[in-house]
């Protein structure tokens, strides 16, 4: 057999067990890390998921779940990433009319 790297699943375990300590009231920067630590170990699962599935190409019955679940990686990290990006512009903005509203939890989509 031959020897993995375990450093993508050694963040993610650290990055998860970061998240689970991090108090309700943990300031805006934590949780930013925090979404961007989700979208990096979205990642590596979709990486390591390609390599189970190419690594196990010949078992024609696995390679369509380990697509779906590749395919469901890739979602994660977009939309965790476009969640950090869009956060991290609408804080930065001058406008304090969006500040506010996204403060008290006011802002809500259109429905």
Known sequence: MEPTSNTPVEAAAAALATATA?????????????????????????ELTAAARDRWADWGTVTPHLQQAETL???????????????????????????????????????
């Open 22 to 46: 991090l108090p309700m009231t943990a300031s805006d920067e934590d949780i930013l890390t925090l979404v961007g630590d989700l979208a990096r170990i979205a990642r590596s699962l979709g």
């Open 73 to 111: 990686a890739a979602d994660t990290t977009r939309c965790l990433s476009h969640a950090a990006g869009i956060y991290a512009f609408n804080t930065n903005r001058p406008d304090t009319t969006i500040l506010r509203l996204a403060a008290t939890g006011i802002a809500q989509p259109a429905a």
